[in-house]
């Protein structure tokens, strides 16, 4: 059936299923324990962070609005059995204070950098979903010696990656979209105050809404093994991202020439946010290329 996406109708269907999607991971099982957590003082905020596991280390970074739990909640007891994994929750998110720092990528890379100084990391894996995602590029982009492999889920390193539609609904967003919705109650759960819950949106809003390209030269100068992963529909436009492959040396023909050391993995039938429900396709390609 066809469906006019404009404005906030393009909205609607993405936070039912973003709901959906809440529902369903807070009913799966009880919650891993962190065998660490706590808050990390960096660039003039305090940033909220939890430790699973031993080995390598993982930094996992949320998309925007989520927490630790609603995003990477079904992955962390799995990725942990092998890995020291970092999950963090960004400025405003989750646990992390509000703050009326002027929300930046440049501000948030910089602080997961913070992060892995305060807890002793000169260098990790990096992974990142969405809003993640595009933070896991500027940290590559930023701090290029402190991330071993990085990989992409559903996101991109600048806003015309995304479709049309896409960038056009960011701008529509209202604070009022997410009024008592599970976002709000995943809100009170956790954040230090609850009161904050307005300006965070706006704040919120105000970013998404800000056009950001990181630069087609300082993908090119990854070195770095680079894995994305993206649904086939989650929105993202596929001749950009086919770009993007290829500024990381991948889209080439692998019978005449060496296979790229980064990879490119579309899921079918997916859209952003069910891309995530995905648990053991998201966790097979992970523990492939994280090996």
Known sequence: MKRVFNGSNVLKPVLIIAMLFFTVFQSKGQRLKPAESGYAPVNGIKVYYEVYGEGRPLVLLHGAFYTIEMNWGQLIPELSKTRKVIAIEMQGHGHTPFSGRKLDLASLASDVAGVMDYLKVDSADV????MGGSVAYQVAVQSPKRVRKLVIISSTYKSTGWRPEVTNAFKSFKPEFFMNTPFETAYDAVAPDKTKWTKFLEQM????????????SNIAKMTMPVLIISGDN????????MKTYQLLGGGVAADLQPMPKSHLAIVPSQGHVSLMMQTNIILGYLDDFLK
Do not use: I
Request: charge should be negative.
């Open 234 to 241: 989650d929105g993202l436009d596929k001749v950009e991202l």
């Open 127 to 130: 992974a990142g979903y969405s």
């Open 205 to 216: 809003l105000a970013f998404v809404g800000t056009p950001f390209d990181m630069g087609d």
